[in-house]
């Protein structure tokens, strides 16, 4: 069987290809060029929709191709974080009459989240990102402490290459009584360290131009947020069309139906890409995250100036973190969803820590006799 042509170097652009103007032989990433070196008759393309049965990808705009996944990913105990994600690169192979994925390709960015259930593993949200767009809605989705968490989690996952970009997108700018410019006041702290939140009207194009600095030829960005929030009204504005079903939401609590049932890439004229996602009840941390870039690097910093290394912050002498509350400069609710993240963060990394020992003896299943040292929340 001869190899099939690689696709132009626009074509693969134009999805997202993380090496612009370079050719799939050109592509000097050492882990990218071994994978490729090792399937020579495989050609790449990116996930656009995961589904329980397979995967969907694409070679071009527009070309969508239905691919099995490698057998492994269908073990019962294979780690769900190292299957294929929306966003993913794979390298993909026609083996008549199907084609199948044979190779991951090393991601650049993720968006995860420890997934529900008793044992611990990860949830890849989204991966390959630039810029993670956190919607909010400016109606009683409105909700500082969500938005702190998601980006907790936004910057969680990061690689050696850097972490997505979180830019917190408040919608319905547009609806009477809401109240665009109380709420980015209550987002003070976060713009104070370099966190940008703008507000929207999400059907108006003229307003969602706002967002175009992050959707430029070979960008990516992920919508988040809680269902009824306007991501799928959003991403119809961005395309120019009615392409994602849209709900009303419930008066009493502006929550919507989940109008996007899967997450999918889709390529805007701006030559970007955009992934929307299903509304998101369920945040949990994965134990990697650091609590600085969840927006609490004040609190983060308060806490080296505390007396003692191991300061919870309760009634310690020389707190430099309750001074902060008493002096009025450290809003409560603030310092509350830090702890509570704190502590979260504190419990995954142990259950992280867990696993990873059990993956290196799987015949014992032994937990860690010591917990790890880190530097989420304290000194070393």
Same mark, same amino acid.
């Given at each position: 069987? &001869? ?9 693969? *652009? ?23 070196? /090792? ?42 974080? $190292?299957?294929?994600?929306?966003? *993913? ?16 390709? #090393?991601?650049?960015? &993720? ?14 949200? #989204? /991966? ?42 408040? &919608?319905?700018? $547009? ?23 703008? /507000? ?23 919508? =988040? ?15 120019? =069309? ?6 009303? =939401? ?22 970007? !890409? ?9 945040? %949990? ?20 100036? !505390?007396?003692?290394?191991? !300061? ?6 020389? !707190? ?6 008493? #002096?009025?400069?450290? $809003? ?7 702890? %509570?993240?704190? $502590?979260?963060?504190? &419990?995954?990394?142990? %259950? ?29």
């Amino acid at each position: 069987m &001869t190899a099939a042509a690689p696709a132009p170097v626009p074509v693969l *652009d134009a999805i997202g290809w993380p090496f612009p103007g370079q050719a799939v032989h050109e592509v000097a990433d050492p882990d990218w060029a071994a994978a490729i070196a /090792a399937n020579p008759q495989a050609r790449p393309a990116r996930v656009i929709e995961q589904h329980r049965s397979g995967y969907v990808v694409a070679e071009a705009p527009g070309h969508a191709l239905s691919v099995e996944s490698p057998p492994e990913w269908m073990r019962r105990r294979f780690p769900s974080q $190292d299957r294929a994600a929306v966003g *993913d690169w794979v390298l993909i192979e026609d083996q008549p009459p199907r084609t199948q994925i044979v190779a991951l390709m #090393a991601r650049r960015s &993720t968006i995860k989240r420890a997934a529900a259930g008793e044992h611990y593993q990860q949830q890849v949200i #989204a /991966a390959n990102i630039d810029t993670v767009f956190v919607v909010c809605g400016l109606d009683a989705d409105f909700n500082p402490r969500r938005i702190e968490r998601y980006l907790l989690l936004v910057r969680g996952g990061g690689t050696a290459h850097g972490s997505p970009n979180p830019v917190v997108v408040l &919608t319905k700018a $547009d609806v009477e009584g809401n109240d665009a410019e109380a709420s980015l006041a209550a987002l003070a702290e976060l713009a104070a360290q370099g966190i940008v939140a703008v /507000a929207v009207n999400a059907r108006d194009r003229a307003s969602v131009a706002a967002l175009d600095p992050w959707l430029g030829p070979g960008r990516t960005a992920v919508l =988040v947020g809680s269902s009824g929030a306007g991501k799928s009204t959003l991403t119809n504005t961005l395309l120019g =069309v009615e392409k994602m079903k849209t709900n009303a =939401v419930r008066e009493n609590d502006a929550r919507g139906r989940h109008t996007t049932t899967f997450r999918t890439l889709l390529p805007l004229p701006s030559g970007g !890409c955009l992934i929307d996602t299903p509304g998101m009840r369920e945040l %949990k941390p994965t134990g990697e995250e650091h609590l600085a870039d969840g927006g609490f690097a004040d609190i983060e910093t308060l806490t080296g100036e !505390c007396k003692f290394r191991d !300061c919870h912050h309760a009634r310690e002498p020389g !707190c430099a973190v309750r001074a902060a509350l008493e #002096a009025g400069t450290l $809003d409560p609710a603030r310092l509350a969803n830090y702890l %509570k993240l704190r $502590d979260e963060v504190a &419990t995954a990394a142990d %259950k992280l820590a867990t696993r990873l020992v059990q993956n290196a003896n799987p015949k014992t299943g032994s937990k860690p006799r010591h917990k790890p040292s880190d530097d989420r929340y304290g000194k070393e």
